[in-house]
């Protein structure tokens, strides 16, 4: 004859302990999870500026500001900010509105690599433009991703 008190407590027990190591493993991925949110929060810093979404202004003023923080050169600001200055200054430049550069967005160094190898391309590079470029979406990576990703 079967216990059935006996068989009844034991499966009480095993499913009692089974809820039991099932709850700790969730409480134990929960904290792991917060852990690595806190890593990855305090490992990558706050930027102010979000160079792969952006509109022209906004780039013209990051440029501006990187300038007076020391990041980027005179040319390289002159060159960030031409356009939308041009197009404030005339209210469009080669079919873009002052409406548009103000609000629509681009990546700003996909833009410039995308420039670059046209450029290449149609032969009209010198080194210089070339070194030029590279440079620009180097500092501008850094600045962005926070490593050298042009290596």
């Known amino acids: 004859m079967i216990n059935s008190v006996g068989i009844n407590s034991y499966y009480q027990v095993s499913t009692a302990n089974s809820q039991a190591?099932?709850?700790n493993q969730v409480q134990n991925h929960q904290r792991l999870s917060e852990s690595n949110k806190t890593e990855y929060t305090h490992s990558a810093p706050e930027r102010q500026f979000d160079f792969s979404?952006?509109?022209l202004k906004e780039q013209s003023e990051a440029a501006e500001e990187l300038y007076q923080q020391g990041v980027?050169?005179?040319?390289?600001?002159?060159?960030?900010?031409?356009r939308y200055n041009l197009i404030k200054h005339d209210g469009q430049l080669g079919g873009t509105t002052l409406a548009q550069a103000q609000s629509e967005k681009f990546n700003v160094i996909t833009q410039l690599k995308d420039n670059l190898a046209s450029v290449k391309?149609?032969?009209?590079?010198?080194d210089d433009?070339?070194?030029?470029?590279?440079?620009?979406?180097?500092?501008?990576?850094?600045?962005?991703?926070?490593?050298?990703t042009s290596a």
């Open 21 to 23: 190591t099932h709850s």
């Open 53 to 55: 979404n952006m509109t």
């Open 72 to 82: 980027l050169s005179f040319g390289e600001v002159a060159f960030m900010t031409g």
């Open 121 to 126: 391309q149609q032969g009209m590079a010198t």
């Open 129 to 148: 433009v070339v070194k030029n470029y590279e440079s620009m979406i180097r500092k501008l990576e850094v600045y962005q991703y926070g490593l050298n």
